[in-house]
Nanobody, 124 residues
Framework: QVQLVESGGGLVQAGGSLRLSCAAS????????MGWFRQAPGKERAFVGA????????YYTDSVKGRFTISRDNAKNTVYLQMNSLNPEDTAVYYC?????????????????WGQGTQVTVSS
């Protein structure tokens, strides 16, 4: 079992920045690839980005490339999502997820554990 707890969400003006954290507890964090997803009101959950076990490979959806950065600190069992140049379209609940398999990082069904989510609201 892996427990994930997100933090760092909040209200920010357009153009601002936030850093989300996802703290993991339980089984060895370094064995898991990590992903970030988001769900906007009235929309389905969508892939934001992911990072492999070692942190050597990252994946991003096109709309956040160049603005969002994923990092992880295996010593702290934590993964981060640095979000810059935020715009109102980034408003959503953000979830981190852990994946042990080598399946596609883009699909939520491939992840084994999920956090409870943290709200990010970007005002115009």
């Amino acid at each position: 079992q892996v427990q994930l707890v997100e933090s760092g969400g909040g209200l920010v003006q357009a153009g601002g920045s936030l850093r989300l954290s996802c703290a993991a507890s339980g089984r060895s964090f370094s064995n898991y690839a990590m992903g970030w997803f988001r769900q906007a009101p009235g929309k389905e959950r969508a892939f934001v980005g992911a990072m492999n076990w070692s942190g050597s490979t990252t994946y991003y959806t096109d709309s956040v490339k160049g603005r969002f950065t994923i990092s992880r600190d295996n010593a702290k069992n934590t993964v981060y999502l640095q979000m810059n140049s935020l715009n109102p379209e980034d408003t959503a609940v953000y979830y981190c997820a852990a994946r042990q398999s080598r399946a596609s990082p883009y699909r939520g069904v491939n992840y084994d554990y999920w956090g409870q989510g943290t709200q990010v609201t970007v005002s115009s």
